[in-house]
C-alpha cells in the first residue's frame, strides 16, 4: 500500500459539467500519474507531474488539465465533461529511486 | 515511441493448467519491464518486474516471466493456475530512458480460471 487515495471513489455527471478528481499520497513522493483505463486499451497516461507546479502531458490529455500545489495533491480536471470521458481514472505514484508504479483505487467516472 | 503488444485478449483456463501470456514490446536497447494484475474491482497491483541481470524473473504468488531481448518479449507464466488468479493482467514498459518513469502499457489480458 503506497498510502494513495482518491476521490470521489465514484461520479456521475452530465455533459458539458466540469468535474475535479482527486490524487492524496502520503508518503511526499515526487512523481505522480493519471491515467485512464478503457476496455481494449489498457491504461493510458493523461497527465504526469515531477514536482510541485510541474507537470506534463501524456498520450491522452486533450479536455484534461491538472494541477499540483503541494506534494501530496494531484488534481486532474475536466473542464468540459464528454461522454467519451466516461472511464474508470486512476492515479499513481512512483516509488523513489525505482521506476515501479503504484496505484491508487481509481475513481469510476460517468458522464451522461 | 514505444509501444506493448498482449497478443491474448481473453483466456480461459481450468485449475491447474499452465498459464503463459504473451507480452511483446518494440524496440531494444535497456528497457524496464512490468506486470502488473488487477483483480475484479480491485486496483492495479505489481506481479513483477525486471530491471537487469537475471532474465527470469520470479514474483509473487507463483508468478514468473522471462526476458527475451532478442524477441523484445516478457511473457507471464504460471505452472498451476488457481480460481483467484481470474484477473485482468497488464504488461508495461518504462517508456524511454529519461527519469520521468513514464509506462506504456498493454491492452490487457483478461484471465477467467474455471474451477
Known amino acids: 500500500d503506497a498510502g494513495i487515495t482518491q476521490s470521489p471513489r465514484h461520479k456521475v455527471t452530465e455533459t458539458g459539467t466540469p468535474v475535479t478528481l482527486r490524487c492524496h499520497q502520503t508518503?511526499?513522493?515526487?512523481?505522480m500519474y493519471w491515467y485512464r483505463q478503457d476496455p481494449g486499451h489498457g491504461l493510458r497516461l493523461i497527465h504526469y507531474?515531477?514536482?510541485?507546479?510541474?507537470?506534463d502531458k501524456g498520450e491522452v490529455s486533450d479536455g484534461y488539465s491538472v494541477s499540483r500545489s503541494k506534494t501530496e495533491d494531484f488534481l486532474l480536471t475536466l473542464e468540459s465533461a464528454t461522454s467519451s470521458q466516461t472511464s474508470v481514472y486512476f492515479c499513481?505514484?512512483?516509488?523513489?529511486?525505482?521506476?515501479?508504479?503504484?496505484f491508487g483505487p481509481g475513481t469510476r467516472l460517468t458522464v451522461l | 515511441a514505444q509501444s506493448v503488444s498482449q497478443h491474448n485478449h481473453h483466456v480461459i483456463l481450468s485449475e491447474a493448467a499452465s498459464l503463459e501470456l504473451g507480452c511483446n514490446y518494440s524496440?531494444?536497447?535497456?528497457?524496464?519491464l512490468f506486470w502488473y494484475v488487477q483483480y475484479p474491482g480491485q486496483h492495479l497491483q505489481l506481479l513483477l518486474k525486471?530491471?537487469?541481470?537475471?532474465?527470469l524473473v520470479k514474483g509473487i504468488k507463483g508468478f514468473e516471466a522471462e526476458f527475451i531481448k532478442s524477441k523484445f518479449s516478457f511473457n507471464l507464466r504460471k505452472p498451476s493456475v488457481q480460481w483467484s488468479d481470474t484477473a485482468e493482467y497488464f504488461c508495461?514498459?518504462?517508456?524511454?530512458?529519461?527519469?520521468?518513469?513514464?509506462?506504456?502499457f498493454g491492452q490487457g489480458t483478461t484471465l477467467q480460471v474455471k474451477p
Open positions: 499513481a505514484i512512483k516509488g523513489q529511486g525505482t521506476d515501479t508504479q503504484y
Open positions: 508518503e511526499n513522493h515526487r512523481y
Open positions: 507531474s515531477y514536482g510541485v507546479k510541474d507537470t
Open positions: 524496440y531494444g536497447g535497456t528497457v524496464n
Open positions: 525486471y530491471f537487469s541481470g537475471d532474465p
Open positions: 508495461a514498459v518504462k517508456d524511454g530512458s529519461g527519469n520521468t518513469g513514464k509506462l506504456i
